[in-house]
């Protein structure tokens, strides 16, 4: 269970289409790596503050020094996950230099 999907009340995503597609070129045109990333985040948040912090998070019931060290963990997979995106990218073009067929 990933929790990605659960919301404490009804809801409803207003998602306005020039917003996806900037967040989609971000994922280089996987718009299925959102919700890898937010699985990927929420088991961070985890293994950083246990599940009872996770649940305190979700009841909007977080202590002020557990409000710093989800801040400073948000910072971290923020870093984390450029890196990694700038990464896939090199390999990419890597690949894209190595592939005679993208010759002129």
């Not at 977080?62 to 971290?76: N, T």
């Not at 090199?90 to 592939?99: K, L, P």
Request: no cysteine.
């Amino acid at each position: 269970d990933n929790w990605t999907n659960r919301s404490p009340y009804p809801i409803f995503h207003i998602l306005r289409e020039d917003e996806v597609s900037r967040a989609t070129q971000v994922l280089d045109g996987d718009a299925g790596r959102v919700w890898k990333r937010n699985v990927n985040l929420l088991h961070a948040i985890r293994d950083e503050m246990g599940l009872d912090g996770l649940n305190r998070l979700y009841q909007y019931q977080l202590d002020g020094e557990e409000q710093k060290q989800l801040r400073a963990l948000l910072r971290k997979f923020k870093v984390e996950m450029a890196k990694r995106s700038a990464a896939s990218q090199d390999t990419a073009e890597s690949r894209d230099d190595e592939d005679p067929s993208k010759d002129d």
